[in-house]
Protein backbone atom coordinates (compact mmCIF):
# COMPACT_ATOMS: atom_id res chain seq x y z
CA UNK A 1 0.00 0.00 0.00
CA UNK A 2 1.14 3.55 -0.75
CA UNK A 3 2.56 5.79 2.36
CA UNK A 4 2.22 9.40 3.03
CA UNK A 5 6.03 11.15 2.84
CA UNK A 6 6.47 13.07 5.73
CA UNK A 7 9.14 16.08 6.31
CA UNK A 8 11.65 13.34 7.51
CA UNK A 9 11.28 11.40 4.21
CA UNK A 10 12.92 14.58 1.85
CA UNK A 11 16.10 13.29 2.23
CA UNK A 12 15.74 9.29 1.74
CA UNK A 13 15.83 7.65 -1.17
CA UNK A 14 12.43 7.34 -2.95
CA UNK A 15 10.97 3.98 -3.13
CA UNK A 16 8.83 2.73 -5.66
CA UNK A 17 5.84 2.63 -3.41
CA UNK A 18 7.11 6.58 -2.87
CA UNK A 19 7.03 7.52 -6.70
CA UNK A 20 3.28 5.58 -6.51
CA UNK A 21 2.32 8.13 -3.91
CA UNK A 22 3.43 11.21 -5.49
CA UNK A 23 2.15 10.01 -8.79
CA UNK A 24 -1.38 9.57 -7.22
CA UNK A 25 -1.31 12.71 -5.02
CA UNK A 26 -0.81 14.67 -8.59
CA UNK A 27 -3.40 12.49 -10.51
CA UNK A 28 -5.67 13.82 -7.60
CA UNK A 29 -4.87 17.48 -7.39
CA UNK A 30 -7.82 19.61 -9.60
CA UNK A 31 -4.94 21.77 -10.73
CA UNK A 32 -2.92 18.95 -12.81
CA UNK A 33 -6.10 17.51 -13.95
CA UNK A 34 -7.30 20.86 -15.05
CA UNK A 35 -3.81 21.49 -16.74
CA UNK A 36 -4.10 17.91 -18.46
CA UNK A 37 -7.52 18.73 -20.04
CA UNK A 38 -6.09 21.67 -21.05
CA UNK A 39 -2.83 19.90 -22.87
CA UNK A 40 -5.76 17.28 -24.59
CA UNK A 41 -8.18 20.30 -25.86
CA UNK A 42 -4.66 22.16 -27.16
CA UNK A 43 -3.74 18.96 -28.66
CA UNK A 44 -6.59 17.71 -30.56
CA UNK A 45 -8.14 21.01 -31.40
CA UNK A 46 -8.42 21.26 -34.99
CA UNK A 47 -6.63 23.68 -37.15
CA UNK A 48 -8.48 26.60 -38.49
CA UNK A 49 -7.35 28.38 -41.44
CA UNK A 50 -8.64 31.53 -42.57
CA UNK A 51 -6.30 32.37 -46.30
CA UNK A 52 -5.75 30.11 -49.03
CA UNK A 53 -2.08 30.07 -48.11
CA UNK A 54 -2.67 28.40 -44.95
CA UNK A 55 -4.52 25.67 -46.41
CA UNK A 56 -1.85 25.02 -48.59
CA UNK A 57 0.85 25.37 -46.19
CA UNK A 58 -1.29 22.96 -43.87
CA UNK A 59 -1.74 20.07 -47.09
CA UNK A 60 1.87 19.78 -47.42
CA UNK A 61 2.07 18.14 -44.34
CA UNK A 62 -1.47 16.40 -44.02
CA UNK A 63 -2.53 12.93 -44.08
CA UNK A 64 -5.37 11.18 -44.47
CA UNK A 65 -7.67 11.67 -42.16
CA UNK A 66 -6.80 14.74 -40.90
CA UNK A 67 -9.19 17.36 -40.32
CA UNK A 68 -9.27 21.28 -40.05
CA UNK A 69 -11.77 24.08 -39.96
CA UNK A 70 -11.80 26.90 -42.71
CA UNK A 71 -13.61 30.26 -41.37
CA UNK A 72 -15.41 30.68 -44.53
CA UNK A 73 -17.15 34.22 -43.47
CA UNK A 74 -16.43 35.30 -40.15
CA UNK A 75 -19.02 38.18 -40.30
CA UNK A 76 -21.82 35.65 -40.44
CA UNK A 77 -20.19 33.28 -38.54
CA UNK A 78 -19.84 30.74 -41.28
CA UNK A 79 -17.72 27.66 -40.55
CA UNK A 80 -16.58 24.47 -42.12
CA UNK A 81 -15.16 21.72 -41.21
CA UNK A 82 -12.45 19.71 -43.93
CA UNK A 83 -11.29 16.58 -44.04
CA UNK A 84 -7.81 15.26 -46.07
CA UNK A 85 -8.51 12.39 -47.91
CA UNK A 86 -5.06 11.16 -49.12
CA UNK A 87 -6.18 9.09 -52.03
CA UNK A 88 -8.36 11.55 -53.66
CA UNK A 89 -7.42 12.10 -58.17
CA UNK A 90 -8.82 15.72 -57.28
CA UNK A 91 -6.35 18.63 -57.06
CA UNK A 92 -8.79 19.42 -53.50
CA UNK A 93 -7.89 17.01 -51.03
CA UNK A 94 -9.75 18.55 -48.18
CA UNK A 95 -13.51 17.56 -48.46
CA UNK A 96 -16.32 18.97 -46.77
CA UNK A 97 -17.93 17.42 -44.32
CA UNK A 98 -20.38 20.02 -42.77
CA UNK A 99 -20.90 23.25 -42.28
CA UNK A 100 -23.01 26.57 -43.21
CA UNK A 101 -23.57 27.83 -47.26
CA UNK A 102 -22.42 31.47 -48.02
CA UNK A 103 -25.76 32.71 -48.63
CA UNK A 104 -26.62 36.44 -50.17
CA UNK A 105 -30.28 37.86 -50.65
CA UNK A 106 -31.95 40.79 -52.03
CA UNK A 107 -35.64 40.80 -51.45
CA UNK A 108 -37.04 44.34 -52.80
CA UNK A 109 -38.19 44.26 -56.53
CA UNK A 110 -36.09 46.35 -58.93
CA UNK A 111 -36.48 47.34 -62.59
CA UNK A 112 -33.86 47.96 -65.50
CA UNK A 113 -34.99 48.94 -68.93
CA UNK A 114 -33.54 46.12 -71.18
CA UNK A 115 -30.22 46.31 -73.78
CA UNK A 116 -29.74 43.06 -74.63
CA UNK A 117 -26.37 42.27 -72.43
CA UNK A 118 -26.10 41.51 -68.99
CA UNK A 119 -26.99 43.98 -66.27
CA UNK A 120 -26.58 44.54 -62.82
CA UNK A 121 -29.62 46.07 -61.09
CA UNK A 122 -29.61 48.79 -58.24
CA UNK A 123 -28.54 46.78 -55.67
CA UNK A 124 -26.00 44.57 -57.08
CA UNK A 125 -25.34 40.25 -57.07
CA UNK A 126 -26.76 39.40 -54.89
CA UNK A 127 -23.25 37.74 -54.48
CA UNK A 128 -20.84 35.91 -52.65
CA UNK A 129 -16.85 35.73 -52.06
CA UNK A 130 -15.51 32.06 -52.54
CA UNK A 131 -12.80 31.90 -49.66
CA UNK A 132 -10.80 28.95 -51.25
CA UNK A 133 -10.17 27.28 -54.01
CA UNK A 134 -11.67 24.22 -55.05
CA UNK A 135 -14.98 22.86 -56.12
CA UNK A 136 -18.90 24.42 -54.91
CA UNK A 137 -22.27 23.57 -55.26
CA UNK A 138 -23.97 26.64 -56.43
CA UNK A 139 -27.62 27.40 -56.35
CA UNK A 140 -28.94 31.03 -57.62
CA UNK A 141 -32.96 32.02 -58.04
CA UNK A 142 -35.16 35.01 -58.52
CA UNK A 143 -38.86 35.88 -59.41
CA UNK A 144 -38.89 38.18 -62.64
CA UNK A 145 -41.64 39.81 -64.58
CA UNK A 146 -41.71 42.15 -67.71
CA UNK A 147 -43.68 45.29 -69.10
CA UNK A 148 -43.62 42.77 -72.70
CA UNK A 149 -45.27 39.77 -73.08
CA UNK A 150 -42.46 36.85 -74.96
CA UNK A 151 -40.00 38.86 -74.32
CA UNK A 152 -36.59 36.67 -73.14
CA UNK A 153 -35.39 36.63 -70.07
CA UNK A 154 -32.19 34.98 -68.53
CA UNK A 155 -30.60 34.65 -65.22
CA UNK A 156 -26.82 34.49 -64.69
CA UNK A 157 -23.38 34.86 -63.14
CA UNK A 158 -20.09 37.15 -62.99
CA UNK A 159 -17.23 34.48 -61.46
CA UNK A 160 -13.76 36.42 -60.75
CA UNK A 161 -13.09 38.02 -64.15
CA UNK A 162 -15.41 36.31 -66.18
CA UNK A 163 -18.27 37.74 -67.29
CA UNK A 164 -22.03 35.57 -67.30
CA UNK A 165 -23.40 33.91 -70.49
CA UNK A 166 -26.66 32.46 -71.20
CA UNK A 167 -24.25 28.46 -71.23
CA UNK A 168 -24.12 29.08 -67.61
CA UNK A 169 -26.89 30.59 -66.68
CA UNK A 170 -31.15 30.11 -67.02
CA UNK A 171 -33.80 31.81 -69.53
CA UNK A 172 -37.16 31.77 -69.47
CA UNK A 173 -40.48 33.46 -72.13
CA UNK A 174 -42.86 34.74 -69.75
CA UNK A 175 -46.51 34.30 -71.62
CA UNK A 176 -48.01 37.51 -70.28
CA UNK A 177 -46.70 41.07 -69.39
CA UNK A 178 -46.85 42.14 -65.31
CA UNK A 179 -46.74 38.93 -64.14
CA UNK A 180 -43.80 37.27 -61.65
CA UNK A 181 -42.31 34.23 -62.95
CA UNK A 182 -40.07 31.95 -60.58
CA UNK A 183 -36.94 31.03 -62.21
CA UNK A 184 -33.55 29.51 -61.00
CA UNK A 185 -30.86 26.95 -61.29
CA UNK A 186 -28.21 24.95 -59.94
CA UNK A 187 -24.29 23.96 -60.82
CA UNK A 188 -20.91 22.79 -60.36
CA UNK A 189 -18.37 24.78 -60.60
CA UNK A 190 -14.48 25.18 -59.90
CA UNK A 191 -13.36 28.74 -58.48
CA UNK A 192 -10.31 30.24 -57.44
CA UNK A 193 -9.49 31.24 -53.82
CA UNK A 194 -11.48 34.86 -53.76
CA UNK A 195 -13.95 34.81 -56.77
CA UNK A 196 -16.82 36.70 -56.41
CA UNK A 197 -20.15 34.98 -57.75
CA UNK A 198 -22.72 37.96 -58.77
CA UNK A 199 -25.75 37.61 -60.25
CA UNK A 200 -26.77 39.37 -63.68
CA UNK A 201 -29.32 39.97 -65.76
CA UNK A 202 -30.58 39.97 -68.88
CA UNK A 203 -33.88 40.52 -71.38
CA UNK A 204 -34.52 40.79 -74.78
CA UNK A 205 -37.19 44.03 -74.34
CA UNK A 206 -39.02 45.99 -72.68
CA UNK A 207 -38.91 46.94 -68.59
CA UNK A 208 -37.73 43.84 -66.88
CA UNK A 209 -38.13 43.80 -62.87
CA UNK A 210 -36.24 41.18 -60.72
CA UNK A 211 -37.10 40.52 -56.42
CA UNK A 212 -36.62 37.82 -54.10
CA UNK A 213 -33.01 37.20 -55.36
CA UNK A 214 -30.59 34.76 -53.68
CA UNK A 215 -27.34 33.37 -54.32
CA UNK A 216 -26.01 30.14 -52.03
CA UNK A 217 -22.17 28.31 -52.65
CA UNK A 218 -21.32 25.64 -50.83
CA UNK A 219 -17.58 23.98 -51.11
CA UNK A 220 -17.75 20.40 -52.31
CA UNK A 221 -13.40 19.90 -52.18
CA UNK A 222 -11.02 22.61 -51.28
CA UNK A 223 -7.55 22.74 -51.71
Known sequence: ???????????????????????????????????????QRTLFKPRVVTTQAELSKLSETATDGDEC???????????????????????????????????????????????GAY??????????????????????????????TGANHYLSYDLGSTGATDAVGIGSNPWAANVPFPIGRRRQISAAAGDLLNLRYKAGGGTHQWGKRSVWAIPMRLG
Do not use: K
Not at 76 to 87: D, K, Q
Not at 126 to 147: K, M, R, S, W
Open 1 to 39: MSRVLTTGDLDAPLTRDDVVALLEARLRSPWYRSQMLDA
Open 69 to 115: YALADAANGVMWRLRFRAASTSAYRWEFVGGAALRQGVETAESVAAS
Open 119 to 148: QNLTTAGPQVTLPLAGTYDIAFEAEFQNTT
